[in-house]
């Protein structure tokens, strides 16, 4: 087994994982959601939002960290770095849009002021 077939499984390994990391936060957020609707709990969709967000920024870090390891390692043309800064980009994107839906919030803005924001916004909380 040579070092490329080690890291083409190891990348392989690493994009399942994310897959698996996704699929499993959209169960448990989905049966924790329907939990909360069937108590009538107040913020069940907000809660449900949040952690299927965080599920699915966690598992795009992975599939990054995959498609890495796999383009610098077993294959690193010129086009495939390319590819692979196009594919970063368009998740990064997804990450800080996802991150704004998530917290109300840029990752770079300070905490405090976006609750502000959110309590006025939301003069019930939800």
Do not use: C, H, N
């Not at 939990?35 to 913020?43: A, C, E, K, N």
């Amino acid at each position: 087994m040579s070092f490329q077939d080690v890291v083409e499984i190891a990348s392989r390994i690493i994009e399942g994982a994310g897959v698996g990391i996704i699929v499993a936060g959209a169960l448990v957020s989905s049966v924790i959601a329907l939990v909360r609707v069937i108590r009538r709990r107040d913020r069940a969709y907000r809660g449900f939002r949040r952690m299927l967000g965080q599920s699915i920024l966690l598992g795009l870090e992975f599939l990054v960290a995959a498609d890495i390891i796999r383009t610098v390692a077993v294959s690193p043309t010129l086009e495939s770095v390319a590819v692979l800064g196009a594919i970063i980009l368009i998740r990064t994107f997804l990450s800080f849009s996802l991150e704004l839906e998530i917290t109300g919030r840029w990752p770079w803005q300070s905490k405090g002021a976006a609750d502000v924001d959110d309590v006025r916004a939301t003069p019930t909380g939800d």
